[in-house]
Structures are given as C-alpha cells and as structure tokens.
C-alpha cells in the first residue's frame, strides 16, 4: 500500500538518539538524526526525566537534527523549553511555524525566551 500524503518515506526513517549534558548546571539535551512522530515520544520522556530532576527551563540543543517536522518537534516549543541550537533544517522549519531564528550553518542559534507552543501539532 502506497504512504498517505504527508507520510515520511521509508527511506527517510533513521535512526535518532538523545543525550542529556550539562552546561555548568543546566542539563542540555542534544537531538541528532531524524526527529519526527515517532521521535516525539522519545523526546517527551526525556524531557519528563530532565524536569523530574532538574527546576528551571530545560536547553534543548538541536543543531544535529536533520529532519523534523512539527510533530517531532512539538515537545521542543513547550514554554519551559529553550532552543539554544538548530540544523538549517530546524531552523527552516521553525521560521515557518513563526519562530524567530538568527544565525545560520549547522549551529543557528533561537532567538527570543522560551520557545512557545505556537504551532504544536501542525
């Protein structure tokens, strides 16, 4: 059966892994691969992990992300959320679901507070 329209094609599922680091205190979760529906959840239990145990907003860094779409990156535009990093691919994305970002190459950098929830789940 041939993918509905808007499906990821096999060949762009990958693989992604998740690792939580810390800058001085901060904890930063660093995304590499390809973060998409299935990604999502990944990314809500880490996230989860890292509020249980750390107060305070959550650094996500997602300059090795490359390819998303708004499912997969919904759990990163939470309010507690900052985007300290984004691949040109992220970066793209989030300038079309009205994010402001500055910066370009592998390493763009979100500009503003805590990313909001604008657009979550589109």
């Given at each position: 059966m041939?993918?509905h329209?808007?499906?990821?094609?096999?060949?762009?599922?990958g693989e992604?892994?998740?690792?939580?680091?810390r800058?001085g205190?901060?904890?930063?979760i660093?995304?590499?691969?390809e973060?998409d529906m299935v990604?999502r959840?990944?990314?809500?239990?880490?996230?989860?992990?890292?509020r249980?145990?750390?107060?305070?907003?959550?650094?996500?860094?997602l300059?090795?992300?490359?390819?998303?779409?708004?499912?997969?990156?919904?759990?990163?535009?939470d309010?507690?959320?900052?985007?300290?990093?984004?691949?040109?691919?992220?970066s793209?994305?989030l300038?079309?679901?009205?994010?402001?970002?500055h910066?370009?190459g592998?390493?763009?950098?979100?500009?503003?507070?805590?990313?909001?929830?604008?657009?979550a789940g589109?």
């Open positions: 041939p993918p329209e808007g499906s990821v094609p096999r060949e762009r599922v992604l892994s998740l690792e939580v680091r800058a205190e901060r904890p930063v660093v995304v590499s691969g973060l990604g959840e990944l990314l809500e239990a880490v996230l989860a992990h890292v249980s145990t750390h107060a305070g907003a959550v650094a996500v860094d300059s090795g992300v490359s390819y998303a779409n708004s499912h997969g990156l919904a759990p990163a535009l309010g507690d959320v900052v985007l300290v990093a984004a691949s040109p691919w992220v793209r994305l300038r079309l679901m009205g994010h402001p970002v910066g370009g592998s390493s763009g950098e979100v500009d503003g507070p805590p990313a909001r929830a604008r657009g589109t």
